[in-house]
Nanobody, 123 residues
């Protein structure tokens, strides 16, 4: 049974930082691309960042470049999203996902999803 469990969300003031974690089980974690998506109320789920199985390729949405850092630890079957200089527009539910699709940016490339963790940034 595949499980992805996110943690680390919460309420933070603008300019603050949070570190999200995604713990995976039930699948060969190192064989998958790992990504973070987010969904704000009333909006589509959108791509945030993705990292290849080896960490050799990393992509970010333009809106988070220079502020967010994605990483992974295959030995711990876990992934992370360090979020700095947070803005109110970063408020959303954040989801981790694993997949093998060719497009990092497309939701359809990801087969497994976590339940999400809420991030709220106050102004």
């Amino acid at each position: 049974q595949v499980q992805l469990v996110e943690s680390g969300g919460g309420l933070v003031q603008a300019g603050g930082s949070l570190r999200l974690s995604c713990a995976a089980s039930g699948l060969p974690f190192s064989a998958y691309v790992m990504a973070w998506f987010r969904q704000a109320p009333g909006k589509e789920r959108e791509f945030v960042a993705a990292i290849s199985w080896s960490g050799g390729r990393i992509d970010y949405a333009d809106s988070v470049k220079g502020r967010f850092t994605i990483s992974r630890d295959n030995a711990k079957t876990s992934g992370y999203l360090q979020m700095n200089s947070l803005k109110p527009e970063d408020t959303a539910v954040y989801y981790c996902a694993l997949g093998r699709g060719s497009s990092y940016y497309s939701k359809s490339s990801y087969k497994y999803w976590g339940q999400g963790t809420q991030v709220t940034v106050s102004s």
